[in-house]
């Protein structure tokens, strides 16, 4: 017997135990980072393997459908999320900004699914359709989807992945077996980092909320690096407009840090500052507590209180700053102001 390596098993060997009958439609329910959609796509590739599975198993790995669900081709399954389209792309963006993907699941996409569904299995098995995000629908295109979960069929599984879930619509909500999802213990969040060969990781799960998901997400997209630059940065106070216009390159570096992302990691690095300020431990930044301890004992309460307050105001504007080099210098300027030289 073997089991997926996912991080939660609990969840895995709640859905596939002995007897346990799948409903039509699934709701993983909780915050980013936390595997819900690795858990989905686990349960989808057990529903679609044609060799019969054990309580408990994952996929094959090997029969037919596995080889296609491997390829991304299997042509039972679809993936519903936010996809870049070509009316978005370029269109009144800015130059030099980076193309973004549609935050939306469009109406085309929910109808092509409806096509999927009431047109029949391409092989003997289950269907699936796996919606990631679920709050990426608006109501016109969460009531489309509606009609198609109203139709009841055996062998046809929605798996939906939802980090807001209660935005969705009630009715969507009252037709979907929910399974929350909550952080995992410090343990298996390291020894889930370790399996996927990130086990220095697990010095950024406090500032990612103890998400290992997010840790490994930002390691494959080569933000720890950007990011483990920027604490180092704070951590040594420094003529506040050099310091900006390195930051000015990390955030055009392709696939690094993202401005608002850049903001949080200053926010959460005063967060800390204020709590040694007080005698208490870092939340954030524990491995670097020595380091924050000693810099808190140059701040002042007051004031790191106060660019807190300031930097939630220059957070809402981060994605969109009219000069990227003048924000960057006055989030510098304010993040070295509680501390006396
Ligand atoms: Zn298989």
Known sequence: MFEPKILNLEIWRRLTRPGAQLPHALLFAGPPGLGKRELAEALAARLLCERPREAFEAACGEC???????????????????????EEEGAGTPEGEKKKASKQIRIQQVREIEAFFFVGAHRSGARVCLIDPAEAMNAVTANALLKILEEPSPSFYFLIVSHQWRRLLPTILSRCRRIMFSRPQAEAA???????????????????????LAVAEAERAGRLKALEAVIQDLMKPQEPLALAGRWENLVKAESTLGMEELVIAVQKWLFDLALCAIGASPRYLPAQADALQSLAKRASLPALIQVQRQLNTLRGLANHPLNPRLFLEDLCVRAFSPLAP
């Open 190 to 212: 390291r020894n889930w980092l370790a399996e996927q060969k990130l086990a220095k990781g697990a010095r950024w799960l406090p500032f990612f909320g103890d998400a290992p």
């Open 64 to 86: 037919d459908a596995c080889l296609m669900w491997a390829s991304g081709q299997h042509p039972d399954f679809r993936l519903l999320q936010p996809e870049a389209s070509e």
